[in-house]
């Protein structure tokens, strides 16, 4: 069976989805998560679909994220290895499936880390085109950076994956460059 596809994807978050920033974080996703695909030999098209589409309740559920996945990502047709994946990246904050998959460990551990990629990528003038893991490491330390960015949630991640927490940082970013204008992380104009 076919997994789900980007055209797919972005059509169910369009369907629940309004606000720029969250298809901002979708791309984010979706690019960390080809990079990961590469990384394990997996199918890059499938995992970027998947990470596309892994908040799609959450604008409208912010406070029961997840809670509003599973049924109608099914009724649309969605395979079973897709929502589960969707289901895992919440576990142990709002979702008690925990991830088994490389897919799932992976979708699990790049949602923080994007965030905090991309928010040092905007601190720097090259943006994410000369970013370097050990900067995002440097802010990883900084708990006041980022804040809101769990990094519990990407060291637990980094475990589950059995992965150096550089390593990971360094494939996402190589991910995300691929998508830096559409994130709008790409070099400032001088």
Not at 172 to 187: S, V
């Amino acid at each position: 069976m076919a997994g789900l596809t980007m055209e797919r994807a972005k059509e169910l978050l369009h369907s629940t989805t309004t606000e720029a920033h969250l298809f901002e974080h979708a791309i984010g996703v979706s690019a960390a998560m080809g990079a990961m695909a590469r990384h394990f030999g997996e199918d890059e098209a499938y995992w970027q679909a998947v990470g596309y589409l892994h908040d799609y309740d959450y604008e409208q559920y912010p406070e029961e994220h997840l809670k509003h996945t599973e049924e109608p990502l099914r009724a649309a047709g969605v395979e079973e290895e897709s929502i589960r994946a969707i289901l895992a990246h919440g576990y142990g904050l709002c979702s008690e499936v925990e991830p088994q998959t490389p897919m799932e460990k992976s979708l699990f551990t790049v949602d923080e880390l994007t965030g905090l990629i991309g928010a040092t990528a905007r601190m720097r003038p090259g943006g994410l085109s000369d970013l370097e893991a050990s900067s995002v490491k440097k802010k990883f330390k900084d708990k006041k950076f980022a804040a809101k960015i769990d990094r519990a949630v990407i060291k637990q991640g980094c475990e589950m994956l059995g992965m150096e927490l550089g390593d990971v940082i360094e494939l996402c970013i190589q991910g995300m460059r691929e998508q830096m204008d559409a994130l709008g992380l790409g070099p400032k104009e001088g």
